[in-house]
């Protein structure tokens, strides 16, 4: 690991005491953690960092748990089964360390470059293309006037309604290892999409992962459609309602 890499983590892991501090007394963390509450009171405050050993203990032991939490608590649902995800895809900071987590915890390779549908997916691709250092690419319900050539995929929901996406040609080079980011899988259909514009354009979708699932049969059926790995950072139970979480 170069220093660079060791130092990312290590403040990473303060993110994560620190999120959890911020509900907890010292003694309470030092009892979550196992750490002492002067060690915690040190790394919370800035004046040392953890080890490199032991920054990646608390990022892959507390780091995906504390915050898959902080996500759970903050999603809405009204009275009509409708989900609000509003108060963590417009938190850039949250989804800046999620994604961090997020790639220590499922051990993404680097790909190169990160696609995702328009618009919620948008904010938590963009954090994971900046975790990686590589271009976020987005497919849009509508085409830019200015672009002379699209790759397009069509997925028929039910009769007589159809989804379409449509990715610039050149957003993608044949070969690419491409990692799909999305904030939000029910069905899986927008997932799919992606992965048929992926497959157009010739590229390799090495891992799909999702900021939150709604149960299993969405990403179960995401996984019948590619031979990559499938994950979802949290899940929320599936609805009673079979018209609840209209979201794909």
Known sequence: MKRLEKTTLQLRAVSVLRRLKASRTYDELAAETGLSASDLNRYVNGHVLPGVERAGEIVEDLGRATL???????IERNEDGYVDNTDVVFDQPLLDLVAGVAAETFDFERPDAVLTAATDGITIAGAMAR????PVVYAKK?????????????QRLTPGIEITYSL????????DDVLLVDDFVRSGST??????????????????????AV?????DTVRES???PVVAFTRLP???????YPRT
Do not use: C, W
């Not at 997932?191 to 939150?212: E, K, M, N």
């Not at 599936?238 to 609840?244: F, G, I, N, Q, V």
């Open 131 to 134: 975790h990686f250092d590589v």
């Open 142 to 154: 509508s085409r830019e006037t200015g672009v002379s050539e699209f790759i397009d995929a069509r």
């Open 68 to 74: 898959a939490a902080e996500i759970e608590s903050r």
């Open 168 to 175: 610039p040609a050149s957003a993608l080079d044949a070969g």
């Open 191 to 212: 997932q799919q999409l992606l992965l048929d514009l992926a497959d157009r354009a010739g590229a390799v979708v090495s891992s799909v992962f999702t900021l939150i």
């Open 238 to 244: 599936e609805a009673s309602e079979p018209d609840m």
């Open 215 to 219: 149960g299993e049969d969405g990403l």
């Open 226 to 228: 590619t031979g990559a």
